[in-house]
């Protein structure tokens, strides 16, 4: 009798196993991943926190990416604006250099000289989630004018600011100072100049023509590096969204489960369930028919 229960025991015990089996077994399947618990494979489940923190890495620098993309797509935008008022504005002042213009033609040339300027000094305060595109790295306002002279003062610093991806330092902005200038030689003076020309009946000279056609290829200069960078910068995007992929794709096939595999594992665990439930069965019935018959 005693072995006959310690038989059945361990009949009950394996059964019990091959159930834990098929519950793990089913669990898997329907997951997708055999690594529902870290005791299935320890060393594919570390693989998968490392790939996972790698994965989480890539994605935080490709929101910084977009986000410094988005900010220089600002600054160009502004600074395109800028190129065509200057644009707009050398041949306000071409045409009144020509001699051929009365008071008030130079008087109205004058006036819309003063539009452009107030644009292009809008454009060049321009921010992108409250931060200023041409202080370079203060927080100041860049441009402040003086209502009473016209005269532009630069608030910002001379510095750049950068961005470190995929092991290289690129330019993300450029200062305002770098851009537009300051003091004397700021676009700002070189209109304030034709300005003041203007508005009194005078003739602009080549000297203050060539002064704002100066300024606009600086802005140009400055534009196309900042295009640059941004160039580059999108080849680094692309190189991290491919990183991401491919470290979502490892992670995927470290994990994933072989179904066919585990549906013949299932099959074969409940093959031998019902063998051991049987043989269980018949052991019960015996075991009462050697009960009743002593």
């Known amino acids: 009798m005693l072995t006959s229960a310690s038989s059945m025991a361990s009949l009950v015990a394996q059964a019990g196993a091959l159930s834990d089996q098929q519950a793990e077994i089913a669990r898997e399947l329907s997951s997708g991943t055999r690594l529902t618990r870290l005791s299935n494979d320890p060393m594919a489940a570390a693989a998968t926190v490392r790939l996972s923190s790698g994965i989480a890495e890539a994605s935080a620098t490709a929101a910084a990416i977009q986000t410094v993309q988005a900010r220089m797509q600002t600054a160009d935008s ?3 604006s800028v190129v065509t008022q200057l644009t707009s504005a050398i041949s306000t002042a071409v045409a009144a250099a020509n001699g051929t213009q009365n008071a008030a033609d130079l008087a109205s040339g004058a006036v819309q000289l003063s539009s452009i300027r107030d644009s292009v000094l809008n454009a060049a305060n321009s921010s992108y989630n409250g931060t200023y595109l041409f202080a ?53 003076a070189s209109l304030q100049s034709l300005i003041g020309t203007m508005a009194s009946g005078g003739t602009p000279t080549a000297g203050q023509v060539e002064s704002l056609r100066s300024s606009l290829q600086t802005v140009i200069d400055g534009r196309s590096a900042l295009a640059s960078s941004q160039s580059r910068l999108q080849t680094a995007a692309t190189g991290v969204a491919s990183q991401q992929t491919n470290l979502q794709a490892e992670q995927t096939t470290v994990a994933a489960s072989d179904p066919v595999a585990l549906a013949t594992e299932l099959s ?24 009743l018959s002593a």
């Open 268 to 291: 074969a665990a409940e093959t031998q369930r019902s063998a051991l439930l049987s043989s269980l069965a018949s052991m019960s019935k015996s075991s009462l028919f050697d009960y």
């Open 78 to 80: 502004a600074l395109g």
């Open 136 to 188: 370079g790295t203060s927080s100041a306002v860049p441009f402040a004018m003086n209502s009473s002279t016209g005269e532009v003062s630069y608030g910002g610093d001379a510095a750049g600011m950068t961005f470190a991806v995929a092991g290289q330092t690129l330019q993300t902005s450029a200062s305002g100072s770098a851009l537009f200038g300051s003091g004397s030689g700021s676009v700002f």
